[in-house]
């Protein structure tokens, strides 16, 4: 293998390390910045129509027991019955989807090098923006082929609370860029180990440059012939 072959295939691992570097990242960033999205819908089921019942409302479309059970129990005065499976399995489709959008952000972030105060507001905008994405058509595509009807988050919780929790979502994913620039840079940091395409260095001919001879009578040390 040639000294050029070499080069691709050390510039085509630190891509791939990149590339995998900014799914993992832009990952954890999602799920983090998840959390408190899904604590604000808690709590405002916990002001109406019980704290899992939005849980139970991510999941309605596959599984509508526990969402029916939770509506039935409220409607007649009855405290809201918790199904740790559905409520875990809701939480962990709300990371999920978390993480999903966060690597879109990562990409995007990356892709346009966005580090700046824009971050906080491109954040929320694309908070609301896969809202609008899973609510309106994923989900709506997934009723209309499984032939399912449940009550969404729209209209537990409202869409005013479900508009605000993914615009904090965003925020959260926003501030990400802002406080750790270094997971995004081109070549990240991985260790004390920079990761970068080799640079190109300028060909030589191998051919060393003469050395220019010292004159006799510039050093006094040396003998000089008379003439």
Known sequence: ???AERRRGRVA???RDDFEHTIEVGAIAGIVAAIPA?????????????AATPMYSVVGIVDPGPLSMALDALSRGRPVPFFQQPFMAGLATCLGLGALCGVGFAFGVRRWNVRDWRALV????????CMALFYLVILFALGRLLDAEWIGLARLVGWPTLITAHALYGLVLGLWPLLRPQDLAPGWTRGRQRILPPRRTPRTTGVQPLQRLPRADADPDLPVSGG
Do not use: D, S, T
């Open 1 to 3: 293998m040639g000294r």
């Open 13 to 15: 691992r630190g891509e």
């Open 38 to 50: 899904v604590a604000l819908l808690v709590i405002a089921g916990a002001l109406g129509v019980g």
């Open 122 to 129: 491109i954040g929320p905008a694309h908070g609301i923006v």
